[in-house]
Nanobody, 131 residues
Framework: QVQVVESGGGLVQAGGSLRLSCTAS???????????MGWFRQAPGKEREGVSC????????YYADSVKGRFTISRDNAKFTLYLQMNSLEPEDTAMYYC?????????????????????WGQGTQVTVSS
C-alpha cells in the first residue's frame, strides 16, 4: 500500500502565508527517497499546473514561473514528508493543491511539466486566498 495525504490548506488573506505538508507511506521495500515528489494545483476552468517539484534526494528543484521567489519546496526523507512553504499569497494562487509521487530518477523540470508521469496522487487540499 502507498498513500500520500496532504494537509495545511485553508483560507488566508492576500499577502499571507501557508505551509502545506504531504505525508507518505510506501510499499514494502521502498522508502520515501525512492520517489520524486511534486505539488500540482488546479483552479476551476484551468488546466492542472505543476507548481513545484523536487528530486528524490532533494538536491534538485523546479518552480513554475508564477511562484518563483514566493514558494519553497522541501522534503524530509527521514520523516517521509514533503512541504510547500507559500509566502506572499495572491488570489490567483487559489486552487486545489495536490501532492504527487513518481518512482523515477532525475528530470525534475520535465516531470513537473508533465503530470501524467506522476503515478500516485493525494486527495488534495484547498487553498483559498481572499482579497
Amino acid at each position: 500500500q502507498v498513500q500520500v495525504v496532504e494537509s495545511g490548506g485553508g483560507l488566508v488573506q492576500a499577502g499571507g502565508s501557508l505551509r502545506l505538508s504531504c505525508t507518505a507511506s510506501t510499499a514494502s521495500g521502498l522508502t520515501f527517497d525512492d520517489y520524486a515528489m511534486g505539488w500540482f494545483r488546479q483552479a476551476p476552468g484551468k488546466e492542472r499546473e505543476g507548481v513545484s517539484c523536487i528530486s528524490r534526494s532533494g538536491s534538485n528543484t523546479y518552480y513554475a514561473d508564477s511562484v518563483k521567489g514566493r514558494f519553497t519546496i522541501s522534503r524530509d526523507n527521514a520523516k517521509f514528508t514533503l512541504y510547500l512553504q507559500m509566502n506572499s499569497l495572491e488570489p490567483e494562487d487559489t486552487a486545489m493543491y495536490y501532492c504527487a509521487a513518481a518512482r523515477v530518477n532525475g528530470g525534475i523540470s520535465t516531470l513537473c511539466r508533465d503530470s501524467s508521469i506522476f503515478n500516485y496522487w493525494g486527495q488534495g487540499t484547498q487553498v483559498t486566498v481572499s482579497s
